[in-house]
């Protein structure tokens, strides 16, 4: 938002009444304005301000009326003259968000970060006045570091956890006693210490866990995400072959025209016309540009037919090993017979070929001299297994493989969503994929039970035939 928008969005009244804000409080509206983050969602550290604000007024409703039922009620005198304009700092904060900002706008992470490091400290601030530790609401703390943790990167998190654990220790070590009917409470010196420990540890591991957990969540979108951007570019790919195939077939015409039109011009014109040359090399590139599209044509045509075709897996498999073919690399497709059951023919989906392609491509990037693809139809299931004779898998990725980002291959450009994305995509035809060591290197075993195969393949509307 721009410092012109926001400064008149002050300045204008506010649902049909005369309210201005104060100058201070528009300038504290631009500095957050300034920190919102774009419009773009869904990337990390970008945070919705209904929700922190939502969480905001839950917590102020909470305070005051505690404040208040304490107080009055309860008949435990509390310092309302400091507590009172805290809470009344929340609502104001609140609402000069709300005006500023609106509420489906997505804060940047140092926005969202400052905004709970006022929590902290407000919260803090309360605990203080009213016995910090011994207070029984001091676990409240737990919530603003929980919320961060959950929705911020690995700084923020660290930062507010420590921000945090000073807190408890100031109102453990500051605070007076925890205000009382019959004056003021003062609790042993060890369970002060044993309630600091506590929840200092429970601020820790509760920071831990949930960043964790919301990183890996994270980090599952972003990969799910480059999964579909996958799929997205197989799709156009296919569809720029028809697009090419179709404009190879259109063009035939105008060039059929216009070399015509030439083949007349040059025999109308004596050789020595100064236009002679010029309509020559207009049948020359005529002549040239209908070469190339009858090629471009042809082979667009041929992969279409192919794939579009059932053919058998073993066929499929070759045709999508072919552009990974290395010299030095034997890469040898076999059908190996268990029960007499043929192998399917299958016109395989763009997303199950690049399934395939992937996993394939990574055996010849690690194989030394062999990489062998079997096919094992039966009428329980299929088996596909893709094996090299490279290093292997690492014992330490081993029982990782298939999750995101996870790549021995980072130096060299690889995001380590290779894999990811062929068990993800695979999966969906009721695959599952198993990982392991032979004495000659790394094997990927597929199976899948049945025809299940042959059946998602129908579903998905690119035909198969019978197995």
Not at 302 to 329: H, Y
Not at 420 to 433: D, E, N, P, Q, V
Not at 439 to 457: E, F, K, Q, S, Y
Request: glycine fraction near 10%; proline fraction near 6%.
């Amino acid at each position: 938002m721009a410092e012109g928008s926001v400064r008149q969005s002050f300045e204008q009244p506010v649902i049909g009444t005369e309210l201005r804000l104060p100058g201070w409080l528009g300038r504290f509206g631009e500095m957050l304005a300034g920190m919102r983050a774009d419009e773009t969602p869904g990337e990390q550290g970008r945070v919705s301000h209904y929700g922190l604000a939502l969480t905001r007024w839950v917590a102020v409703t909470g305070q005051l009326f505690t404040i208040l039922f304490v107080h009055f009620s309860l008949g435990i005198p509390l310092p309302l003259a400091r507590l009172l304009p805290a809470v009344l700092l929340s609502v104001l904060v609140n609402v000069t968000l709300a005006l500023v900002l609106g509420w489906r706008v997505r804060l940047s992470e140092p926005a969202a970060g400052a905004l709970f490091v006022y929590d902290i400290l407000q919260l803090g601030y309360l605990l203080w006045m009213t016995g910090g530790i011994q207070n029984p609401f001091s676990v409240l703390l737990l919530v603003p570091v929980g919320l961060a943790a959950g929705l911020l990167g690995r700084a923020w998190t660290v930062g507010l956890t420590v921000l945090t654990l000073l807190v408890v220790t100031s109102i453990s070590l500051g605070a007076g006693g925890l205000p009382w009917q019959e004056g003021v409470l003062h609790l042993p010196r060890l369970y002060l210490v044993a309630g600091w420990a506590g929840i200092s540890i429970a601020i820790v591991l509760i920071a831990v866990y949930a960043w964790q957990f919301a990183e890996e969540g994270r980090q599952r979108a972003n990969a799910l995400a480059a999964t579909q951007l996958a799929l997205m570019r197989e799709q156009q790919l296919s569809a720029l072959g028809s697009q090419a195939a179709a404009a190879a077939h259109l063009l035939g015409s105008p060039l059929g025209t216009i070399a015509v039109v030439a083949k007349e011009l040059a025999r109308e014109l004596p050789q020595d016309h100064p236009l002679y040359e010029d309509v020559r090399e207009i049948l020359e590139q005529t002549g040239r540009c209908r070469e190339i599209l009858a090629t471009l044509g042809q082979q667009r045509d041929e992969g279409a037919l192919e794939r579009l075709t059932p053919v058998p897996l073993s066929a499929a498999l070759a045709e999508i090993a072919k552009p990974f073919e290395r010299p030095e690399i034997t890469l040898r497709i076999e059908l190996r017979d268990r029960d007499g059951t043929p192998e399917p023919r299958i016109a395989l989906p763009p997303e199950i070929r690049h399934a395939f392609a992937n996993l394939i491509d990574n055996a010849v990037q690690f194989a030394t001299t062999e990489v062998l693809v079997t096919i094992e139809p039966s009428r329980s299931r299929l088996v596909v297994t893709i094996e090299d004779d490279g290093p292997g898998f690492s014992p330490e990725v081993l029982g990782w493989l298939g999750e995101p980002y996870l790549s021995t291959r980072h130096d060299k450009g690889g995001l380590g969503l290779g894999v990811f994305i062929a068990k993800t995509l695979l999966a969906r035809t009721g695959a599952t994929m198993h990982f392991d060591n032979t004495r000659r290197g790394a094997r990927v075993t597929l199976r899948w039970p049945g025809n299940a195969l042959a059946r998602a393949v129908e579903e998905t509307g690119n035909g198969c035939g019978d197995p």
